[in-house]
């Protein structure tokens, strides 16, 4: 009778135990990536939001702050025109026939120290262009320094057509920006028998819209 031969059988295989537990921590790393984005993510949605609106509010606050310096500039400008324009006419209207020089030559000056520095130059022609009078600053011109403008196109324009003119801002021989206005001189009868020049400063102005700026 043949004894049994016992050969060694390989062992049963283990089952692995180490692909559940990193299946499960898989699943709980998913979760926590999940739970951490539906926690997370409205917050920074929300928090984008508020940032814009925030932005776009300051924006709309700084746009109208400079509205209206831009309009209190504007006001303050055309108020300041208008005064010297006011002035500039009202000294129009007594140039007449009837008017010395003398008498014209005290309320010119009387004008140009009621303005200075504004009114730089000041000039008073008859219909031919020829001056009348003329001041720098505080200097009157004498008699024999006076000259003819008549080939100035605004005061042709105003001889011509009654009109008054404003030229652009330029800088002039001392520096200093300035505009030139011509208005048309009239007399009782309405017809034009002259013109007044007045150069005047625009630093003012510019001074005004610097702020602005």
Known sequence: MRRPSFRRLPAPRQPSVSTPARARSSIAARLRWSLLLSSTLPLLIVGALLLSINLRAQQNSVYSDQIDLAKRVELDVSRRLEQLRSQLDQFALQVRPSTTPTQLRG??????????PDILDLVVLDGQGLEQLHLIKLLVLGDDSLGSRADDPQVQRALRFGAADYSPIALNDDGVRSFVVTLPIRNDANT?????RAELSAEPLARDLSIAI
């Open 107 to 116: 309320q010119a000056t009387d004008l140009v120290n009621r303005n200075y």
């Open 192 to 196: 034009i028998v002259g013109v007044l």
